[in-house]
């Protein structure tokens, strides 16, 4: 029963370090890529994962932190995307266009 134990408290170690990452990411995000991404605004992202990061801590609720773990999962698949999306960040493109290659870019031998 104790290496279910220690493997229980690893997953909720990893819901609330997904939490925790979740809430920093959201907080660094600007409050108008919110808007232009047509998501929730800031604010309220910031209060649900950070009733998320205390229910994780504070509240030992199966519940309420599968509930938590919900909603950090809903920002990371659909918010975030959204948000570098509208702010430009792309993944590992560095404000490169579509036709970049891992060298610069391709311009068809020309």
Partial sequence: MTAFGGFMSLIFLAMLVLAVVALVMAAVAREDAYRAADKQNKMFWLIILGITVAVNLLV???????????????????????????????????????????????????
Avoid: E, H, K, W
Wanted: hydrophobic share 35%; aromatic share 10%; net charge positive.
């Fill in 60 to 110: 030992p609720i199966i519940f309420l932190q599968i509930a938590g773990l919900v909603a950090t999962i809903v920002f990371f698949v659909d918010v975030r995307p959204a948000l570098r999306q509208v702010s430009g960040g792309g993944r590992g493109r560095r404000g490169g266009s579509s036709s970049d290659g891992p060298y610069g870019p391709y311009n068809g031998g020309r």
